[in-house]
């Protein structure tokens, strides 16, 4: 927990170094939109939440790592290869995500809430809302992205199997609808159909993916389900 600390701490330290960078980069998938606040304290905080956001998604894959690191002791020396193998992974799906939320989501997204209701007022929008909710949106959909990793991982150590992945393949596509609506800044039906799509493609990849690398034994969870019946 302290290294975890320390290292989102490095991480916001060094992202101070780079804050207007970073600024110049969250600002434009929205255009050229003019951003304002009306609060003396307003922006220093957005600034600290920027570099904080920055921080985090920096450190994400030693937070990871870390995380793996906590259980260790419960997993084989076999089972532990796997984690440095999959860490990689977990870096790339995270970088992947926070980009299809970059390139993909936010710009129709922000252009639709930007000019809905154009000619009846004048956007004037806070930067600390516009920062929290693109911030926001790219962290989360980064952590979605996470989702082949942790299936495969969980395959590979005999928690889960493709059949009962299969098996819940209904609620996942119901789920990823709900997600897609909480995810999505907007009402609008194509972005939150795109959302939805991409997490459903995720499902699905898990399930090919947990079919090649699964243990070749009886999962844990498949045996308790099969106990209970």
Avoid: H
Wanted: one cysteine or more.
């Amino acid at each position: 927990m302290t290294r975890s600390v320390i290292a989102v701490a490095v991480a916001t330290a060094i992202a101070f170094a780079f804050a207007n960078y970073i600024f110049y980069l969250l600002k434009l998938p929205a255009g050229n939109v003019e951003l304002v606040f009306i609060e003396m304290t307003e922006m220093i905080s957005t600034y600290m939440k920027v570099c904080l956001a920055a921080g985090i998604a920096i450190s994400m894959p030693y937070l990871i790592y870390q995380f793996f690191a906590f259980v260790a002791p419960a997993l084989t020396r076999k089972e532990k290869r796997y984690v440095y193998i999959i860490l990689p992974w977990v870096t790339f799906m995270f970088l992947g995500g926070m980009a299809f939320a970059y390139f993909v989501l936010l710009p129709p997204a922000l252009n639709i809430l930007l000019t809905f209701g154009e000619g009846i007022a004048t956007p004037q929008i806070r930067i600390g809302n516009y920062i929290s909710l693109v911030t926001r949106i790219l962290l989360i959909t980064g952590l979605i992205f996470e989702l082949p990793v942790v299936t495969t991982f969980l395959a590979r150590l005999g928690v889960l199997s493709p059949k009962w992945l299969a098996g819940k393949r209904k609620a996942a596509i119901l789920l990823s609808f709900v997600v897609a609506a909480i995810v999505t800044p907007t009402v609008d039906p194509v972005n939150q159909t795109l959302v939805a799509g991409t997490l459903i493609i995720l499902f699905e990849m898990s399930i090919w993916l947990a079919r090649v690398f699964q243990r070749r034994e009886a999962p844990r969870i498949a045996t308790a389900g099969a106990s209970e019946n």
